[in-house]
């Protein structure tokens, strides 16, 4: 076959053009990528007025968010369905559920300084000691403890945790200079923690310039100091 480079008369007159056709959507015109959400921010604020919260013993109900004065130190549970606040000014500790879809937090109750503690008859049986100007709180890795440390009280508090509804039973107190407790153990109380095998709970005295380490029952959550002899080689 012969090869030609004379075009065929019936494309002498034809319009030629580079200009092709747009393919839809292959050419219009670049739109900005879209902005990913911003994240949901939440804030719950000392006195918030919110739907009121029923109390056992006839107690009033609460009608506001309490315990966030002086907020100092904030802990999760391990599960992550509770949060607690420890607030120095309101020497107690707020009480939060956390929604685990998107993390917002609902106030649930608070325990606080002085409060009366009730038996199951609802008779008063004593008052929970050892929150004064709350400076640190810390839940246990088992979920089953919480500890506070008080500045104005130079005390450790215990509670008890129930896992399904966060609320905390007042169980004991340790104050520096009281009973066991030689003075200038925690002085000034800033910090508290569990080691994680539970064994030990460690409080930072700001004033006594110590770490005190307490024995701690893994059962009950209560603590004891260690003697000189727990510290002595057979």
């Known amino acids: 076959a012969a090869v030609s480079d004379v075009l065929p008369e019936v494309l002498f007159d034809a319009v030629w053009s580079c200009v092709a056709a747009p393919v839809p959507g292959l050419l219009q015109p670049l739109l900005p990528l879209p902005s990913p959400p911003s994240p949901a921010v939440s804030a719950v604020h000392d006195g918030d007025d919110i739907d009121d919260i029923s109390r056992a013993c006839l107690l009033p109900p609460l009608p506001l968010v309490d315990g966030?004065?002086?907020?100092?130190?904030?802990?999760?549970?391990?599960?992550g369905l509770n949060l607690y606040v420890a607030g120095a000014d309101d020497n107690a500790v707020a009480i939060f559920r956390r929604d685990l879809r998107n993390g917002t937090v609902t106030f649930t109750g608070l325990v606080s300084d002085g409060e009366p503690i009730r038996d199951a008859d609802c008779d008063v049986v004593g008052s929970m000691d050892g929150l004064a100007g709350a400076s640190d709180v810390e839940v246990s890795a088992n979920g089953q403890h919480v500890y506070v440390a008080s500045l104005d009280d130079d005390a450790l508090a215990v509670f008890s945790r129930d896992a399904e509804t966060g609320a905390l039973t007042?169980?004991?107190?340790?104050?520096?200079?009281?009973?066991?407790?030689?003075?200038?153990t925690i002085d000034d109380p800033v910090a508290v923690a569990v080691t994680p095998d539970g064994a030990q709970v460690l409080v930072a005295g700001a004033l006594s310039d110590t770490v005190a380490v307490f024995s701690r029952d893994a059962a009950t959550g209560a603590v004891i100091a260690f003697t000189d002899s727990d510290c002595r080689a057979d």
């Open 68 to 79: 966030l004065a002086g907020a100092r130190a904030v802990a999760v549970s391990g599960d």
């Open 170 to 184: 007042y169980v004991m107190r340790l104050k520096d200079g009281f009973g066991e407790l030689d003075l200038g």
